[in-house]
């Protein structure tokens, strides 16, 4: 069973953390899982590269587990909102291991491994939306913040050891490497099948209205909510500049290697170290760094992570561009596992999957949008060129940012007001009706006033 109890003095350590069993569940069957999603994608680049002999198609087979993010992440992820969130991860895994078994039959044209991809990956959205949503009924106060850290450090970590791995296997047999992807998503839906208690839905079947209407309440709420559209602004902001190095990394180290190092390596290095970065930050600044000091710490934070990438204008040597990386990547550290704890926070119940579909959705675009915009800077101008000034255009957008990031005070008090919402059943979303009676709008203020002093 959960402790309720947060944190009180100083942060919270990550003994508290994983002394949840329902947490270190959810952590070893989703670090399982990405580590496997990673292992995939570079087994099946390789697959259809033999199968086709056509590199275009291999990078489209890459693609296509991108997609359901892009084409429908925030509607998919209204789905998880309407169901157990614990039956909605075990179907999912369920649901993935069989169709990536199928991908691994060596039978398999290759239409039909585009195809399966794309439905084996139409599940992560809910899966990772009921993850999300759960987290805050699991761990509470600063344990969600560290919590949180945690998982996005082993996310990044297992980003590296995946295509390690699946390189390596896929090298000698994608198959095999497809198929062990698939035990990892039966793993993790035992995992979390016995290590995750049961919880009713946050929406009932009554509250319920129209999917497409559902999601739309989502969007609504991220960006209605002055400190919830501080969040997504501050965290769409930072994907938009730290995702550079590693997008542009092949034409960096192809343009750019100091004689001492071959250009696949000068990748390599530029592309983990972002990853890196970010796992030192996290795990040093969620342990080391009290709340208090972390809530100060975002403005200034805010202008570190693009500033470490404008010394790129000078052409530095590849491992240079890879200490400016990993710096880029200690500074978002310290910003985003913060905004995603308050986020999380100050949501009521009944709305964080699609909130959380909202997000992520959106990382995906930016992020995707980032790399071909400064992709196509790149045909025309140098790579240090357009990573510099990008990084510069990063300070001034952050600089406002930073300018307009809610005081400490007005965040406490949205997510006790999220909380009271919670509490209340306030936060669960109803039918649609022609808005608020007067008498509604006053009960709403007097418990708004009454969470907030």
Do not use: K
């Not at 761990?139 to 082993?154: I, K, N, Q, W």
């Not at 996290?282 to 710490?297: A, D, K, N, Q």
């Amino acid at each position: 069973m959960s402790d309720a109890r947060p944190a009180r003095e100083g942060p919270a350590t990550f003994r508290d953390v994983f002394g949840q069993s329902e947490f270190r569940a959810i952590f070893a069957a989703n670090t399982l899982s990405w580590v496997g999603d990673y292992l995939a994608r570079a087994a099946v680049t390789v697959l259809v590269l033999r199968e086709t002999d056509s590199v275009a198609l291999s990078a489209a087979a890459f693609a296509a587990s991108y997609l359901p993010w892009l084409v429908g992440g925030p509607l998919l992820s209204a789905l998880a909102e309407r169901h157990r969130y614990r039956r909605v991860m075990v179907v999912c895994d369920l649901l993935r291991m069989a169709l990536m078994a199928l991908v691994a039959m060596p039978w398999m044209p290759t239409w039909s491994v585009f195809a399966l991809i794309f439905l084996a990956t139409l599940a992560n959205p809910p899966s990772q939306a009921a993850r999300s949503a759960l987290m805050p009924h699991i761990l509470t106060g600063d344990r969600l913040v560290v919590g949180l850290s945690a998982f996005t450090s082993a996310g990044q970590a297992a980003q590296v050891v995946g295509y390690l791995i699946g390189a390596t296997v896929a090298a000698l047999n994608p198959n095999t490497a497809l198929l062990v992807n698939a035990v990892t998503f039966a793993v993790s839906a035992a995992l979390v099948h016995f290590g995750v208690r049961e919880r009713p839905p946050a929406m009932t079947e009554v509250h319920r209205s129209h999917l497409l209407r559902e999601t739309v309440q989502g969007f609504r709420i991220v960006f209605e909510r002055p400190v919830l559209r501080a969040i997504a602004v501050l965290v769409f902001s930072a994907m938009l500049f730290s995702i550079v190095p590693e997008g542009l990394a092949a034409g960096w180290a192809a343009d750019r290697t100091d004689g001492r190092m071959d250009a696949g390596t000068a990748q390599g290095l530029i592309m983990a170290a972002v990853p890196v970065g970010y796992i030192l930050g996290g795990l040093t600044i969620s342990r080391l760094v009290g709340p208090e000091r972390r809530l100060t710490l975002m403005r200034p934070l805010m202008i570190i992570a693009p500033a470490t990438l404008v010394p790129a204008l000078l052409n530095p040597p590849p491992a240079v561009v890879a200490l400016l990386a990993a710096g880029c990547g200690f500074a978002v550290a310290g910003l985003v596992p913060v905004a995603n704890g308050l986020f999380v926070q100050a949501l009521p119940d009944g709305f964080r999957a699609r909130a959380f579909g909202v997000m992520a959705s959106g990382t995906q675009i930016i992020q995707g949008a980032a790399v071909l915009a400064t992709g196509a800077l790149a045909e025309r101008f140098s790579v240090p060129s357009v990573v510099g000034v990008w990084s510069a255009a990063g300070v001034l957008i952050m600089t406002v940012a930073a300018l307009a990031w809610p005081r400490p005070q007005v965040i406490h008090e949205a997510v006790e007001a999220a909380r009271a919402e919670s509490a209340t059943g306030a936060g669960t979303p109803h039918a649609p009706s022609h808005g608020p009676s007067p008498g509604d709008r006053n009960r709403e203020h007097g418990r708004r006033r009454h969470a907030v002093t």
